[in-house]
T-cell receptor
Framework: DGGITQSPKYLFRKEGQNVTLSCEQN?????MYWYRQDPGQGLRLIYY???????QKGDIAEGYSVSREKKESFPLTVTSAQKNPTAFYLC????????????????FGAGTRLSVL | KQEVTQIPAALSVPEGENLVLNCSFT??????LQWFRQDPGKGLTSLLL?????REQTSGRLNASLDKSSGRSTLYIAASQPGDSATYLC??????????FGRGTSLIVHP
């Protein structure tokens, strides 16, 4: 089955610790995204990537870092600089960032819930 | 910067009722508008995507419309069922094709 896999489902971070959230897709999509969702809030964009070895900051990139070394993988690191990391993190992908309905439909993973110990 | 607002924030209806969820956006230079469904603790599932050149899209009991001039989109759900209970989010994309999300409407359909 094609799709997006996020792991782990639940993650706990200690004070001063960096943690990495995994996102893997087998849809052969060029574009990948990371969003943060807080209770009662919409999704806010952290980072996105259009192609391998390239990524752009979203609206709330401070305290986060990403890499895109492979087309199918887009891991997100929540660094110790992110003072309020407790949230639900969602990874998504799309065919690309360009015109056409098919290219713009976003497919989401099941999410990772991060809490602070 | 695009802002997306969804009204109402929560809605409870009896099974079988036809209902309308509203989404408004501030920038009429919108490229497309997507509607998503999110079940509790889960990711989002794309329901419908309307391009700026289109007026509406239909999928089964769902119909989404787009009116760029008024900055509004609506999601119409016909003959609602308890299985339709979820949060519905809309997201508008401009020239960057990156969507801006609303906060969602939490829908409960009770038997």
């Amino acid at each position: 089955d094609g799709g997006i896999t996020q792991s782990p489902k639940y993650l706990f971070r200690k004070e001063g610790q960096n943690v990495t959230l995994s996102c893997e897709q087998n849809l052969n999509h060029d574009a990948m995204y990371w969003y943060r969702q807080d209770p009662g809030q919409g999704l806010r964009l952290i980072y996105y990537s259009q192609i391998v070895n390239d990524f752009q900051k979203g609206d709330i990139a401070e305290g986060y870092s990403v890499s895109r070394e492979k087309k199918e993988s887009f891991p997100l690191t929540v660094t110790s600089a992110q003072k309020n990391p407790t949230a639900f993190y969602l990874c998504a992908s799309s065919v690309g960032l360009a015109g056409g309905i098919a290219k713009n439909i976003q497919y989401f993973g099941a999410g990772t819930r991060l809490s602070v110990l | 910067k695009q802002e997306v607002t969804q009204i109402p924030a929560a809605l409870s209806v009896p099974e079988g009722e036809n209902l309308v969820l509203n989404c408004s956006f501030t920038d009429s230079a919108i490229y497309n508008l997507q509607w998503f469904r999110q079940d509790p603790g889960k990711g989002l599932t794309s329901l419908l995507l309307i391009q700026s050149s289109q007026r509406e899209q239909t999928s089964g009991r769902l119909n989404a419309s787009l009116d760029k001039s008024s900055g509004r989109s609506t999601l119409y759900i016909a003959a609602s069922q308890p299985g339709d209970s979820a949060t519905y989010l809309c997201a508008g994309s401009g020239g960057s094709y990156i969507p801006t999300f609303g906060r969602g409407t939490s829908l409960i359909v009770h038997p």
